[in-house]
């Protein structure tokens, strides 16, 4: 299976970034760092639900949570059991 | 006493950490009418400064006409002062009616419902009009007061890059199983003063079969021939579903705002939306002052034209000068800084010189993306932009600015 990491990566990359060339790494801040704003965030957790057939509560959706690919990675793992 | 010492530390504490932070909102306070000059005491105490004010939303110089005030007095005499009720129950003048009728004609629609501001216009109606079935795709730069309302209504919801036309559509293509889809954007966005690509989301949502929401508060009364708004620019008047947009800017700049477009949604704000059944409505004073500006600007396009004129030559002699602007052609110009405390820096010093601009900085604007937004006003006269101007060279000089790139002023002065 393609890492998780890679898949939110690609995804954050598309969705948020104006340039696709900018620098993304798995530990850069998005949300703390303004790359992807908390309101905005619902298109994210919308893909990772699709994609991994997975309910994320909303007290799981935390900016906190969301905060970097890593992060999002570990956050999946869990609720996908 | 409930206010324990505990919780006032604690509030306190929060208080502290916004000073810390650098962002902490200080008022100034002016003892003037709003106008192209005013009389500033700042800081609190101070004795009064006379300057040049280039940040106020009062684009057609309208806030202090002297026949928008005589038709306020008019109607203070005539309708009295305040109507002590919300407006279903015995809070509708004539006078309300008759500004419904005079919005729609002047913005194109089919029917408007009066907000007490455009803030409670732009939370009320998505919560109104959509259910759960529904999806909300929004600009990701739209005006706060909008994202509290996507927030407060029960229909989904989800964004495309600032006025990125691909995105949007991919968005479109994603929820083509939805109920009804609502496409939203300001017409022209506050902080950038870049306008919407309103003609291709209109022609989106026609193929998508999606409506189209426009927030019209920084564009209604000068942006387009005629000054009806983004829409009349962008030639799709009749195209936009629903427009909000307020009193409080060029259009008088007191206060209210309003929900214009299709008529049954705007009938079933007037049935279901909170802020205008739980709200007293628009005083009658400023309805009156409302009515005699709606009149004026139908009457004459003297005083768009004039800011469209003193908007290009401030944009010209900021370019001229060698600032960094955001690029666009409406009166909202922003000079760009990048850095923050520059912001903070060059703010101050264009007040020792009598220029009244404030610095915006994260998290109003993007981190790295500091600025201070110029707001020109058919108020202003040229010496009022030469002075700006002159103004604004010799502080640019002072922090060594002038004809440098981005890049440049970043490495000078760092995001
Ligand atoms: C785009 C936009 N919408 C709505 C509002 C709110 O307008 P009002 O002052 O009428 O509540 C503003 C004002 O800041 C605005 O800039």
Redesign the interface.
């Known amino acids: 299976m393609e890492d998780i990491k890679d898949i939110v990566l690609e995804y954050v990359k598309e969705e ?1 970034l ?1 340039d696709e060339d900018e620098e993304l790494t798995y530990e850069t801040p998005l949300i703390s ?2 790359i992807v ?1 908390s ?2 965030m ?2 994210l957790k ?1 893909f990772l639900e699709t994609k991994y057939s997975i309910s994320i509560p909303d007290e799981k959706a935390t900016p906190e949570a969301f905060d970097s690919v890593s992060k999002i990675a570990v956050l999946v793992r869990e609720i996908a059991g | 006493m409930s206010f324990s010492d505990k919780i006032r530390e604690q509030y306190q504490d929060q208080l502290r950490q916004i000073q810390d932070a650098g962002i902490f909102k200080q008022e100034r306070f002016i003892h003037s009418s709003q106008a192209a000059d005013i009389e500033v005491e700042f800081p609190e105490g101070s004795s009064l400064q006379r300057v040049i004010n280039m940040c106020s939303n009062n684009y057609l110089g309208l806030s202090s006409h002297p026949d928008v005030l005589k038709a306020a007095h008019e109607g203070l005499d005539h309708r009295g002062y305040g109507m002590s009720s919300v407006r279903f129950i015995c809070g509708t003048q004539d006078i309300h009616h008759e500004l419904e009728r005079k919005v729609t004609e002047f913005l194109g629609t089919e029917a408007t419902i009066l907000f007490p501001s455009c803030m409670d216009a732009n939370t009320g109606v998505f919560e109104a009009v959509l259910t759960d079935q529904d999806v909300m795709i929004s600009d990701r730069l739209v005006h706060a007061s909008i994202i509290d309302g996507i927030r407060l209504a029960p229909a989904q919801h989800d964004t495309f890059k600032h006025s990125n036309m691909d995105h949007l559509e991919k968005k479109l293509q994603l929820h083509v199983d939805k109920r009804f889809k609502l496409v939203i954007t300001d017409g022209v966005f506050s902080m950038d003063g870049d306008t919407a690509k309103l003609a291709e989301m209109a022609d989106l949502c026609e193929k998508y079969d999606a409506m189209l929401f426009l927030d019209d508060s920084h564009s209604s009364g000068f942006i387009g021939k005629t000054g009806r708004g983004t829409h009349e620019r962008c030639g799709v008047m009749g195209r936009v579903d629903i427009i909000t947009t307020t009193f409080g800017k060029a259009l008088g700049g007191a206060s209210g705002g309003c929900v214009s477009g299709r008529k049954e949604i705007v009938e079933l704000c007037r049935q279901k939306a909170r802020p205008y059944l739980f709200s007293n409505t628009i005083a009658p004073v400023v309805v009156s002052g409302v009515l005699k500006v709606l009149e004026i600007l139908s009457q004459s396009t003297e005083r768009r034209d004039k800011l469209e004129k003193n908007a290009e030559f401030w944009r010209r002699g900021l370019t001229e000068a060698g600032f960094v602007l955001k690029e666009g052609d409406t009166p909202i110009v922003p000079v760009m800084l990048f850095n923050a405390k520059l912001s903070q820096d060059i703010s101050r010093d264009l007040y020792t010189e009598g220029i009244y601009a404030i610095g915006f900085f994260f998290p109003v604007v993007p981190q790295g993306q500091a600025r201070i937004r110029t707001q020109i006003s058919a108020g202003h006269e040229q010496h009022h932009l030469e002075k700006a101007l002159e103004a604004f060279i010799k502080v640019g000089k002072k922090y060594d600015i002038l004809g440098k790139t981005k890049q440049e002023i970043i490495a000078q002065y760092g995001m």
């Open positions: 948020y104006e760092g303004g704003d309101f905005s619902v298109s919308r």
